[in-house]
């Protein structure tokens, strides 16, 4: 079955639960009036009927990331919620049904009408229903506060080990970190932002990546947060890229202007100002002990709507001879929409951008995010043939100011032969 096909299956579904919820919570409050219950099923299916369009439109449509993930967590956790309230009503209806079965057909009795029980209607829900009904209501909001209270700074070490054939016996056992999407404009508590450099220093990796957005839109963001971020050394260098929050293009439009053009020389500049080498379409050798691997970055390469910037033939160039090839590209549809296609010599690609859209689950195991349903490489690390993608879910955070599940991201890599 094609993805509309089963989209459109699931809205029936997602449809149908809904109407079961909304008389289920009707026959609760019979005491209701005409127009007390007239406004409630208006904003009843104005919400659900709004947030099925959202989803189609979050879709299919080339919507801004941060607009897409309020609408797709908005969603889910909708459905979460009203699936869980579907367990207790349905368990209800059971306990009920066997009731009445057992009074009619063996005991043989008359059942009883409550005096809240209208003849010909539904039998009513229990004080206990409405009651689970609200603490149920209250999981998606108890968890979106959490989020904040807790998740948006609660930094987390990632530790993968990256196999790579060619790799040089110098650089056998080194490791790397790798850090991305700060959106620094999003920032509230610097001691915390700070506290999770100690951890990414405390781990002395050999060298660093960046892989983009440092901003949100202005390169004025990163003045309380500078010289956090200075501290960020390795002896092998730090390596950094753009991301598409890096070019003001979400607060300068599209459009070139004096303003936009000397934005983003002040975000390069901070780059520089870290001490950080900013990659634009270029490449560096790193040489261990007469060994070397390149590191090459590029500029912004995205699938839709997202800027295309990045020149993977500038990128590359002069790097023939090298037996190993890291890229930092900010989007990971990049390693689908070019990388896979057109460059075979590349071995490992370092992304971001997607930030696990800062809620879903994350096991040893297993991952789930809404974000999935948009990009098919989204976080952790992926391998197609000889070609690997590292996707870094972010160290910041973007609108939502928390994290749900997808926690605040340091990865540190361990570089290992075949």
Not at 24 to 38: G, I
Not at 152 to 173: C, E, M, Q, S, T
Request: with cysteine; proline share 4%; net charge positive.
């Amino acid at each position: 079955m094609g993805r509309l096909p089963l989209l459109v299956l699931l809205t029936f579904m997602m449809l149908a639960l809904d109407y079961y919820c909304y008389k289920a919570v009707l026959s609760v409050f019979k005491k209701w009036t005409n127009n007390t219950r007239r406004l409630f099923s208006t904003l009843w299916w104005s919400y659900t009927i709004l947030l099925t369009i959202g989803v189609f439109t979050g879709i299919y449509l080339n919507l801004f990331l941060s607009l897409r993930a309020v609408i797709l967590v908005a969603y889910f956790l909708t459905v979460t919620c009203k699936m869980v309230f579907l367990v207790f009503l349905v368990a209800d209806d059971i306990r009920r049904l066997a009731t009445l079965l057992y009074r009619r057909f063996i005991k043989k009795e008359t059942p009883v009408v409550s005096p809240a029980q209208v003849p010909g209607e539904p039998i009513s829900r229990s004080s206990f229903l409405v009651k689970t009904g609200m603490i149920v209501a209250a999981i998606p909001l108890t968890s979106l506060s959490w989020g904040i209270i807790s998740g948006a700074y609660d930094y987390r070490i990632k530790r993968v080990k990256l196999v790579l054939p060619n790799l040089p016996k110098a650089f056998d056992g080194m490791t790397m970190a790798q850090i991305s999407d700060v959106h620094s404009g999003s920032f509230y508590n610097q001691k915390a932002v700070n506290g999770g450099i100690d951890m990414l220093l405390g781990e002395k990796p050999d060298m660093v990546f960046f892989t983009g957005d440092l901003v949100n839109d202005k390169a004025s963001e990163m003045r309380n947060y500078q010289d956090i971020f200075s501290r960020v050394k390795a002896p092998l260098g730090v390596y950094s890229t753009l991301g598409n929050h890096d070019y003001g293009e979400y607060f300068y439009g599209k459009g070139p202007s004096a303003e936009k053009a000397k934005n983003l020389a002040d975000v390069i500049a901070t780059h520089k100002n870290m001490g950080w080498d900013l990659l634009m379409n270029e490449n560096r050798r790193i040489k261990v002990d007469g060994e070397e691997i390149g590191v090459l970055g590029i500029e912004n390469w995205g699938m839709g709507r997202f800027p295309k910037f990045g020149k993977m033939e500038e990128a590359i160039k002069n790097t023939e001879d090298l037996p190993v090839k890291l890229l930092l590209s900010h989007d990971p549809s990049h390693w689908r929409g070019e990388v896979l296609q057109k460059y075979p010599q590349i071995d490992a690609m370092f992304s971001g951008h997607t930030h696990g859209m800062q809620f879903g689950v994350r096991l040893k195991d297993m991952q789930w995010s809404p974000v999935q349903y948009i990009y098919e490489e989204w976080a952790g690390l992926y391998q197609q043939q000889q070609q690997q993608l590292y996707v870094n879910v972010g160290y910041g955070f973007l609108g939502y100011p928390g994290r749900v599940g997808m926690l605040p991201e340091i990865t540190i890599f361990e570089l290992k032969r075949a």
